[in-house]
């Protein structure tokens, strides 16, 4: 069975970091994109990005809301993939979601259940 | 304000169909797959439908996916009350700031 397990959520303030990872169970973690994907107290999603499998270079891509502040990793010897968000703004208060695939290309086939992250003084 | 246009609310009664519209553009949904996601109350999104109208195992047929230019459409036949959640496209934007898009969600009610 597919997991994906988020943790490091919590109250930070702002301009501060927080690392967020994502453990993954049930598949061959290395041979998939993964993605983060983000949703504000009652708004829509929001696309963070994504980090491609080894085999496709382990390249990102990033929102230009999140450019040059949040980082995709992965560490396919732990089926984990991070997100560290440096420089957070209050608007940056959500629930981060990690999940398998690629949004454009296949879809997100599984879903975690999401880490919240608060961004407050 | 997303790139993709979605109704934010639809309704019909149990056992009806209903349509989701997804519009965008040519430097989206015109030359890019899409996927839809089902959000229960409370609950992480699941996938729905990928690379236009494709079903991932486990997804009843009474979902399905279409495109046609730069528009994506989600059917739902008979209705359920389980039914009721948000529903999201979601595609590639291929404008200037090159990124991934999700359009703004849609509100089913199953009256």
């Known amino acids: 069975e597919v997991q994906l397990v988020e943790s490091g959520g919590g109250l930070v303030q702002p301009g501060r970091s927080l690392r967020l990872s994502c453990t993954a169970s049930g598949f061959t973690f290395g041979d998939y994109a993964m993605s983060w994907v983000r949703q504000a107290p009652g708004k829509g999603l929001e696309w963070v990005g994504f980090?491609?499998?080894?085999?496709?270079?382990?390249?990102?891509e990033y929102a230009a809301s999140v450019k040059g502040r949040f980082t995709i990793s992965r560490d396919d010897s732990k089926s984990i993939a991070y997100l560290q968000m440096n420089s957070l703004k209050t608007e940056d208060t959500a629930v981060y979601y990690c999940?398998?695939?690629?949004?454009?290309?296949?879809?997100?086939?599984?879903w975690g259940q999401g880490t919240l992250v608060t961004v407050s003084s | 304000q997303s790139v993709l246009t979605q109704p934010p609310s639809v309704s019909a009664a149990p056992g009806q169909k209903v349509t989701i519209s997804c519009s965008g553009s040519?430097?989206?949904?015109?030359?890019?797959?899409v996927s839809w996601y089902q959000q229960l109350p409370g609950t992480a999104p699941k996938l729905l439908i990928y690379d236009n109208n494709k079903r991932p195992s486990g997804i009843p047929d009474r979902f399905s996916g279409s495109k046609s230019g730069t528009s994506a459409t989600l059917g739902i036949t008979g209705l359920q009350t389980g039914d009721e959640a948000d529903y999201y496209c979601g595609t590639w934007d291929s404008s200037l700031s090159a990124h991934a898009v999700f359009g703004g969600g849609t509100q089913l009610t199953v009256l």
């Open positions: 999940t398998r695939g690629i949004l454009w290309f296949g879809g997100l086939d599984y």
């Open positions: 980090i491609r499998s080894k085999a496709y270079g382990g390249t990102t």
């Open positions: 040519s430097s989206n949904i015109g030359n890019n797959y």
